[in-house]
T-cell receptor, first 112, second 114 residues
Framework: DAKTTQPPSMDCAEGRAANLPCNHS???????VYWYRQIHSQGPQYIIH???NNETNEMASLIITEDRKSSTLILPHATLRDTAVYYC?????????????FGQGTRLTINP | NAGVMQNPRHLVRRRGQEARLRCSPM?????VYWYRQLPEEGLKFMVY????????ESGMPKERFSAEFPKEGPSILRIQQVVRGDSAAYFC????????????FGQGTRLTVV
């Protein structure tokens, strides 16, 4: 699976959009970009994933650059409950293989 | 649809005892994954199981650790003769038998070895 690079920490004001970048310059054609988050000692929570098209769900939007070498997770209206460590993971799906390799992630702090 | 259920949530064991951690996957999910998170560290993959089969145990310590996912019942992560270094949060995740799907995590079992 391709390696990802994320800033170790970020701050965002409550109510503003939080934009979390991720670099994955060695991503290959069949690898997806997944985002998870871990809120203080809880189990990781799936947020969103995509291959090459931008994706949106009730939690967030995922913007993937045209060359697929980087992506941005957008939390449109951040709340205090969005304070968490956010993980960007790149992996090629195989039959039933959901093994995830977690890096250090970005520690996002939402400030009131 | 209940999420991934792990129990117990907290487990205290004395050195040398056995720890058994249970994970019930989401309904319809036949794939289970165990991860370990040591204090102040990231999540590390341990083992991937399908019903009655171990598919990938590349992250499992070679000794004292074992995992199973029987045809009936929850998946079990078993740690024999626990040591202080086993103190960690153990998370289980499950996914359905298909590609390109996300995995859902339980709330974890926090093992403390005293």
């Amino acid at each position: 699976d391709a390696k990802t690079t994320q800033p170790p920490s970020m701050d965002c004001a409550e109510g503003r959009a939080a934009n979390l970048p991720c670099n994955h310059s060695t991503i290959s054609g069949n690898e997806y970009v997944y985002w998870y988050r871990q809120i203080h000692s809880q189990g990781p929570q799936y947020i969103i994933h995509g291959l090459k098209n931008n994706e949106t769900n009730e939690m967030a939007s995922l913007i993937i650059t045209e060359d697929r070498k980087s992506s941005t997770l957008i939390l449109p209206h951040a709340t205090l409950r969005d304070t968490a460590v956010y993980y960007c993971i790149v992996r090629a799906p195989a039959q039933g293989a959901q093994k995830l390799v977690f890096g250090q992630g970005t520690r996002l702090t939402i400030n009131p | 649809n209940a999420g991934v259920m792990q129990n117990p949530r907290h487990l205290v064991r004395r050195r040398g005892q056995e720890a058994r951690l249970r994970c019930s996957p989401m309904k319809g999910h036949s794939h289970v994954y165990w991860y370990r998170q040591l204090p102040e560290e990231g999540l590390k993959f341990m083992v991937y199981l399908q019903k009655e089969n171990i598919i990938d145990e590349s992250g499992m310590p070679k000794e004292r650790f074992s995992a199973e996912f029987p045809k009936e019942g929850p998946s079990i992560l078993r740690i024999q003769q626990v040591v202080r270094g086993d103190s960690a949060a153990y998370f289980c995740a499950s996914s359905p038998p298909a590609t390109r799907t996300e995995a859902f995590f339980g709330q974890g079992t926090r093992l403390t070895v005293v």
